[in-house]
């Protein structure tokens, strides 16, 4: 063959072989781009709450899809206007997980006839998926694990991280959902009115002890439990014995030189909260004194027959919550389940109008 037409062959297999080396090379970087590599699996990584949908390999956006701090849309909340107009206080209920605003109705429908100036918005959780009932796709506030055993006995931190997300954003959502309706009824806090049924109830209560704003009038939790309790003991604990070592000696072990005592919680309710925000990975300054939040009275109701959140969980929130000074009723109901009954609507209803004396025009 000659040396011309051994050229010519040569050039031509380039040009066979050439486009295919560019397109591996390039599906190698877009691979590497949106998933890192997995040389073998680490325990400790969070997966995200909300499966991706189904994105073609390389497409560029699939990163986006599946980062964990993006924020689920909120559908549109039920909103119940007063009886009786013109409104004066709102109620926020939430729901329970894999449940709907209607699910709550007949609770509505006799606080209202007994409470005709009350408006009650009723928000709707995004839907994502449940570790707890194999990933199916519901309503929920935040992910989370079994409650099948008492609080007490429960590895401390086991699958906390599952909620954090969840948390996050449903404690922001809500945060902005006070904010307008507290601005609807003058500003005045103390006619705004929180809680929740199970899930709905732990939501609620995160969002009471993030709450950076004057005191709500009231908040209410049917059959539920505090998310990160430990976290909230832990640090209560370790708040009481610093501050007991720095009474005893004179000397703060945990103070330094004392230049940067002024950043610290001064008060057991302000370590809390700073433990909870740490936990949830909040952005922003934690409180370095009691939030005026922790002024708002709670009102805990929980049926003794509750096979989905045993007692012992809303019990142990009940004393967390009265350890760092918050006003909580803690309610029984013997031989009722997980659900709302016609007992505590009675009790709610009268828990909340105790209210009204405070704001009547």
Known sequence: MSIQR???ALLFAFKIFLPSFHLHDHTASADKENHPPTNRPNPNERKPIVSPPSIPHSSPSLT??????MSPPFPDPLILPPLNPPHSFTLVLLHGRGNSPSSLLPFCSPLQQSFPSLKIILPTA?????????RSLITQWFDGWHLDSPASVLNPGQDEWRSIDGLQQTTSYLHDLLRQEIALVGGDSRKMFLGGLSQGCAASLMAL????GEPLGRCVGMCGWLPFVRTVQRATKDF????????EDGFDPF???GEDDEDKPQDVEAAAVQALRESLELEGN???TRPNSFDTPVFLAHGTEDDKVLIAHGKEAASTLSELSVNTSWNEYPGLGHWFYPEM?????AFLKSQIPQHRR
């Open 6 to 8: 051994w050229l010519q």
């Open 64 to 69: 986006q899809f599946m980062s964990h701090k």
């Open 126 to 134: 995004p839907k994502s998926r449940a570790t707890i009932y194999a």
């Open 209 to 212: 002890l993030l709450w950076e």
């Open 240 to 247: 009481a014995s610093r501050k007991g070592d720095t009474e």
């Open 255 to 257: 103070g330094g030189n």
């Open 286 to 288: 934690s409180p370095i």
């Open 345 to 349: 609507i009675t009790d709610i209803t």
